[in-house]
């Protein structure tokens, strides 16, 4: 297994980005990342997956909470979900590769993927492919975990080079 990257150990890590709602940044957004990456902390995030495959940052499996529509974020697809704005700010739902690309290696970012089943137990590895996928080429400091060993271990798979844990 790789090894954490060194620049998990001194920075302190905005749980979910920097977020604040009375500045208009909604958690997992892009203005609450960029308001981390300002700060100078790492950033820890969350994925669901799109009806489409593809990894969205959002926290919740349903879209009440954090944005004005209701239902399963895993019903709708990728293109949709961009367009649905985060309570408390201009923006809608990011994806993974714009993440990556606002980050930019620039601090260490933990990606935490989301159980899909509550069950702890083996997924159907949409989300683990895609989050893999995105990866691909990306040379800053990262790391993986999910509350469910199954994931853990199919990202072993996909990403042997990236440091992950439960």
Do not use: C, W
Request: glycine letters at 10%; charged letters at 25%.
């Amino acid at each position: 297994m790789s090894a954490l990257p060194e620049a998990f150990t001194r920075l302190p890590i905005a749980h979910r980005a920097l977020h604040d709602l009375a500045a208009g940044r909604p958690e997992n957004s892009r203005a609450a990342i960029r308001a981390a990456i300002e700060a100078g902390y790492g950033i820890e995030i969350d994925l669901q997956p799109s009806r489409d495959g593809q990894a969205m940052v959002f926290h919740d499996y349903d879209l009440g909470r954090l944005t004005p529509e209701t239902g399963p974020l895993r019903q709708r697809d990728a293109a949709d979900l961009a367009r649905i704005p985060l309570k408390g700010g201009a923006e809608g739902i990011p994806d993974l590769p714009a993440v990556l690309e606002i980050v930019a290696g620039r601090v260490p970012l933990l990606i935490e993927l989301k159980d899909q089943h509550g069950q702890m137990g083996a997924t159907d590895g949409t989300l683990e492919r895609a989050t893999a996928a995105a990866l691909m080429g990306y040379d800053g400091p990262v790391a993986l975990m999910s509350f469910n060993p199954e994931m853990v271990a199919r990202m072993a798979d996909l990403a042997p080079e990236r440091a992950r844990g439960i």
